[in-house]
């Protein structure tokens, strides 16, 4: 297998299990916070850094006023007219698009399907799945609070899909924006991974 593989993922759907275990099945590099660290060391920005600007996202009219204050003038304003947020985002595309040519591996999140657009071997995978399946998952599994955990839910859906639909300029839901679409639930997590590998080839 001879592919960058990126994976979207509603949350509580099991998407970067999924890809770790893409990864092992591949023998191949799995990158995901690991992103964030690389980028952080070879941009000099805080680990941090990346964190906030993923959580500014929350709400889309708020980030998306907050990254217009930034450009226009804030003491996050940087030296090229890019808020800090863009730079952020800037730096982490650069470490997406380095892995990717150091050969195969798994991408989770961060809009790599986007970043790595113009490149010919990768295959972008999106994962969903029922609520009850993402609240049991992110109950038993993340160890998230059971009376809020619908919320939670909700909450990082909303975030993630505000970050890539404000950098990429398309709806994250778009599912023809994929080459797979899985849904989780209905498969499980290791019929998942072996319907993935199986569509990926040899």
Request: overall charge negative; aromatic content about 12%.
């Amino acid at each position: 297998m001879n592919k960058v593989v990126t994976i979207g993922r509603q949350y509580g759907s099991g998407g970067r299990e999924i890809g770790q275990k893409i990864a092992e099945y591949y023998n191949i590099p799995f990158y995901d916070n690991e992103l964030i660290t690389r980028a952080a060391k070879e941009s000099g920005f805080a680990e941090e850094t990346f964190a906030r600007a993923e959580d500014k996202a929350t709400n889309s009219l708020l980030y998306s006023l907050a990254m217009g204050i930034n450009v226009y003038g804030n003491q996050d304003f940087g030296f090229n007219g890019l808020s800090l947020d863009d730079r952020i985002f800037l730096a982490q595309s650069d470490v997406i698009r380095k892995v990717a040519e150091e050969g195969p591996c798994v991408i989770v999140g961060r809009c790599a399907d986007y970043v790595l657009k113009e490149y010919e071997n990768v295959c972008n995978v999106f994962i969903q799945a029922a609520m009850s399946f993402r609240i049991d998952r992110a109950v038993n599994q993340y160890h998230d609070d059971e009376k809020s955990v619908a919320d939670i839910i909700v909450k990082n859906d909303k975030r993630r899909s505000n970050y890539y639909n404000y950098h990429v300029g398309e709806k994250w839901t778009n599912l023809n924006n994929y080459d797979l679409v899985v849904r989780s639930d209905l498969m499980g997590i290791d019929n998942t991974v072996s319907c993935i590998c199986a569509y990926l080839g040899k």
